[in-house]
DNA sequence: CTTAGGG
DNA sequence: CCCTAAG
């Protein structure tokens, strides 16, 4: 099964524009294989057909690295990015278990880089006179039109509706938190979850199925997947109108690459539902041969802390029509003096990025500056608002800006300690008083609604029976997930027995 | 406002 | 974490 895709992040959005720098490492020009299982075939390509030297622009150097470990003649390879400041060149052979990783350092790595990468490996014999090149908005701006090219999706309503999962063939894919009753130009809460749906997108999927291995009685199916592409929610951008054209394209870019750089982590959908398990096969997800492979959909989610500081929200916009989508200040729990934006009708998308720079925040004079392109594959909506170009470098965004955004709450983890608190309040009240428990336990901490207390029990529930290895975060001592157990039983039988001495 | 559950 | 029907 081959499965391509590309993003690039930088995790240094400022300094973009300055580029990347392919780095020479032993092994393969700038590549390296980190494990045994690499195959000899991958690393014999690489080998046949080291990276050639560049010295005629960035952009072609990284076309040229991709080119050259492209194996099979298809577009560029998929390209991640871990979390380091590198964009990786991975390329998965089910055939040989091989990852191989490209790796792009910033340029301000260069130095260092280059003195620790000897480039003995044969194949890179030829690249003694390189020179690593930038790699500036070019690529990036190439990466992106390939990347985010609605294609496919032209008949497939596009990023219109909520969550905007493009699917494939004209066939909607609910965004995670739409609600069934929301319609078509009615205003739905902002984008909640600056951790979900980020750029969505994933259209189409071809599949053919071939070849098989006999194994354990079932035929093991070849499954090839083509996605078309993938598309980038609207963007929705405030900048001050003094700004100049140039800061605009620039700051655009930056809200494109800053979803990138992220991190993106894909998402699976299969007839419009979310494959969570990593674990399932394909098979066993329903993605084999025999089934209809025109209704899986990929989506590219970002994760994203939202206390990193951000002057630019990407929104996707759902069904409607109306270009004036600001949302009115809703959720706003500061005294921050926000006029409300006129028309604030809109629906927003579920995914609304905050990138880095800039606050973007307190200041409200929108102004239109350009609407949806129905024919584009962006349908962005940039709006300006007026602030001063500097502040917004500067000035840290307000929480009040970002609370009334309607953002969804930053994610604060429990700590072992709270998680302590919490099974010990629940031992003693039970587990249907979280209103008690919240007053006794966690009477200081504010951030801690007895509601969170409630769906916290709830994944501590899940997670003490579930593997260690499928749990993920700050590791729960098992101490206490046992306790957590024993507590849950208690108090349900409790709970039954109540229930029994009621009706009798 | 709290609970309880699904999203 | 969010949303909300119920109580």
Redesign the pocket.
Known sequence: MLVRDSSVRCTRPCEISHGLDIIREPGAFGVRHPGSSCSAEVVQAHQAEPIRRQTDGHAAALDSLFDSVDLDGRPPALVSSDSSSRVLLCRHDKEHKALCKVEVHHTADRDNDENSSGCTHPSTTGNEGYKPHYLGNHRIRKLLASKVRKAACKTCGGMSNKGSKLSFCGKKIPG????VRRTNFKRT?LT??ATKGMLTGACGTSFTTKGQNKLCGFEDYQVNLKINSFNIPELFVEIPETATIGSLKRTVMDVVTSIMEDGLRVGVLLQGKSIQDDNKTLHQAGICHGEKLNNIDFTLECDRQQDSPSGVIIQEEMDFASADIVEPLARMKYEEPFPETKGGCGNQQPMKAYLNGSLAGCVHHPVEMASQDTSASLQSVIRVAASDLNALATVPICKARRSEI?Q???????SVGEVEALVEAVEQLG??????IKMHGFDGAD?RT???L???W??LVHTASISPQQRRGEPVPQELLDRVLSAQAYWSQQQEASWKGSCS
């Open positions: 995670t938190r739409q609600k809460k909640r979850g309607g969804r709450r930053a994610r604060m983890p429990f587990t249907g008083r979280w209103k008690d951030h007895y509601v969170d409630k769906d916290k709830k994944t």
